[in-house]
């Protein structure tokens, strides 16, 4: 059985960090895209980082590239999410999801939702003095 489960999320100040973790169980990250999305109050569900399962190759949209950073553990099946100096804007309900890896082949996809087969249930993350 696919699974996908976020934890890290929680209340933080702005300027401050965070690191989001994505456990993925019933299948190994070699063969899968793993992105980050997340969906603030009103607003569509967005893309903001992905990872390839097998070489690492790493994606970000341009509203968080500097302040985000993807990586894996593909020993422990995980996927992680570092964001640095967390300003209100990023709150937000964060998601990750899991895409063949084929998707890579059409990279002007990578942040459509439609293209992610499994999703976790999301972690909160709150940007708040």
């Known amino acids: 059985q696919v699974q996908l489960v976020e934890s890290g999320g929680g209340l933080v100040q702005p300027g401050g960090s965070l690191r989001l973790s994505c456990a993925a169980s019933?299948?190994?990250?070699?063969?899968?895209?793993i992105g980050w999305f997340r969906q603030a109050p009103g607003k569509e569900r967005e893309g903001v980082s992905c990872?390839?399962?097998?070489?690492?190759?790493?994606y970000y949209s341009g509203s968080v590239k500097g302040r985000f950073t993807i990586f894996r553990d593909n020993a422990e099946n995980t996927v992680y999410l570092q964001i640095h100096i967390l300003q209100p804007e990023d709150t937000a309900v964060y998601y990750c999801?899991?895409?063949?890896?084929?998707?890579?082949?059409?990279?002007?996809?990578?942040?459509?939702?439609?293209?992610?087969?499994?999703w976790g249930q999301g972690t909160q993350v709150t940007v708040s003095s």
């Open positions: 999801a899991a895409a063949r890896r084929e998707l890579l082949f059409r990279p002007w996809m990578i942040w459509n939702v439609s293209e992610y087969d499994y």
């Open positions: 019933g299948f190994t990250l070699d063969n899968y895209v």
């Open positions: 990872i390839s399962g097998s070489d690492g190759r790493t």
